[in-house]
Structures are given as C-alpha cells and as structure tokens.
C-alpha cells in the first residue's frame, strides 16, 4: 500500500510540475513545425487557418494573453493539396525547453474544425497575433466597445480566409477577435495582410423560459452549430431559429427536444 500511495504521490506531482514546463507563444514561430507534423498525414499540405479557444478542452485550460498575442496552444489546420476536402488539425503546446508537441492524440479537435474555411491561405507573409493585437487596440471601434464593456470576455482568436462576414472582403485572410459582453458578440477584424480593421457587433442573444437554459456553440460558425439545452422534457415544443451575420434565417427547426446537445449543420 505504501509503494502504491508513494506512485500516485510522484505522478500528482509530476502532474503539477508538467503544467509549469509550458510556456505561452505566438502562432507564427510554430508553423514550421506544424507543417511537418501535418505532413505525416498528407505529404502535400497548404495552411487553411490558426486559431486558440479561450476555454477548457478535456484537461487543459487554454488561455490567451490579450497583451502579448500568445496562448497556451494554437491549432493549425492544413488542407491536403491533392484532394482540398481533406483538412487535418494540428494543436501544439510549447515547453520551456522552447520544444512542441502536438497534442492531437491528447484532446479533442472538433471544437476548432468550426474555424476552417473553404479556402487555404495563399501567403504565409500575414501578421502575427502581437502586431494584430496592437493595430486591433488603436481603432475607434474597438475603444468605444472597450470602455462600454470593460469586463467583455474573448472566446476565441483566429486566422484565416473570410467566408462568413459580409462586413469583410470575401476570401482574404483575417486575424479575427470574438469579445463576449451582455449576450452579444463583438468581432474585430484585422486584415492579414493590408491590416485594415473593422469591428462589428453580432446579437446572439437566446429567448428561454426561467426554467431553462439555452447556449449555442460555437458562435459566429461557418458549418454547425452544437445547440445545449437543460430544463427541457420530450413533451417541450422548441420553435430554434439560428441567423447569420446577415440577419437571415438559415436555420428553423421545431421540434420535440429533450435536454443534452443537438448538433444542428448550417
């Protein structure tokens, strides 16, 4: 008993001390590595987005450093050249031994698939997240929204080809912030290339009964959408009606739902 108590003793702590090990970083320094660990999947690959959550994902909690543009891990999706349909995620985590790992065997990437547009960006020549982060901080927009909701929260940062927002040119590259505040989403925009901004709001606001709770993830998405519902039986009628960025119905369902999540594809 005392050998085994003293193993559960040194894996707590090597546990601990692992979490330390790892330090925050910007997405352009991992990109070489990235493509190769995506080149053991397909051996021809093109860059089609980068992007981090601020959340947990199984047993990691990723953060975002809003004054330096680095997080605990960057996902990088690559699309096959061969057959573009293809798409393969490639999360990393950085040590302070300056050494990544690819942590795609470790947690779940279906969360980031909700970023990867239809196109692969065609210059790797695109700011980072530190230099976005500086040119985003010093429109008006921004301000204004920043000294109205001082406690706004970011749930995720991403690079990529724009096929969503109309307030956007279509099939470029942008850095785009999601600031959460009051039910709403507030997007910032940064050009990858030109680093033109623009800022706009989103409504995401939910209509639910005091005995329910509804969420949407993720939101703004580009393919699905994981609707969370708790206080409902199978007897509830929910009328869910899910709008675009252009305020247009692209989704209306009405249906006999029960609590738990339903994935529902846009």
Not at 60 to 83: C, M, P, Q
Not at 89 to 110: D, F, M
Not at 229 to 242: E, R, V
């Amino acid at each position: 008993m005392k050998k085994i108590t003293t193993l559960l003793m040194l894996v707590f702590a090597f546990n601990l001390l692992n979490a330390q090990l790892n330090k925050d970083f910007k997405p352009k320094e991992a990109i070489t590595f990235a493509t190769d660990e995506a080149k053991k999947i397909y051996p021809n690959v093109k860059l089609r987005a980068i992007a981090t959550l601020v959340t947990k994902v199984n047993s990691f909690d990723l953060k975002f450093n809003s004054s330096t543009g680095e997080a605990t891990i960057w996902a990088y999706v690559f699309e096959d050249t061969s057959r573009p349909d293809s798409t393969t995620v490639v999360p990393l985590l950085k040590s302070i031994l300056n050494t990544y790992t690819n942590l795609s065997s470790l947690i779940s990437v279906a969360q980031f698939k909700s970023f990867i547009p239809k196109t692969s960006i065609s210059s790797t020549d695109f700011i980072d997240s530190d230099e976005m982060l500086t040119i985003m901080k010093g429109g008006a927009k921004y301000q204004e929204f920043m000294a109205s909701n001082p406690s706004a929260t970011i749930s995720y940062i991403a690079m990529g080809n724009n096929d969503n927002f109309t307030q956007l040119k279509l099939n470029e590259p942008y850095w785009t912030v999601n600031y959460i505040a009051n039910n709403d989403n507030f997007i910032c925009a940064t050009h990858a290339i030109t680093k033109e901004t623009n800022c706009f709001s989103i409504a995401t606001s939910v209509e639910s009964n005091e005995n329910s709770n509804i969420s949407l993830s993720p939101n703004p998405a580009s393919d699905k959408v994981v609707i969370n519902l708790n206080g409902f039986n199978s007897d509830d009628i929910i009328d869910s009606k899910i709008i675009d960025s252009k305020g247009q119905v692209v989704v209306d369902i009405t249906d006999n739902f029960k609590s738990g999540s339903k994935v529902v594809f846009i």
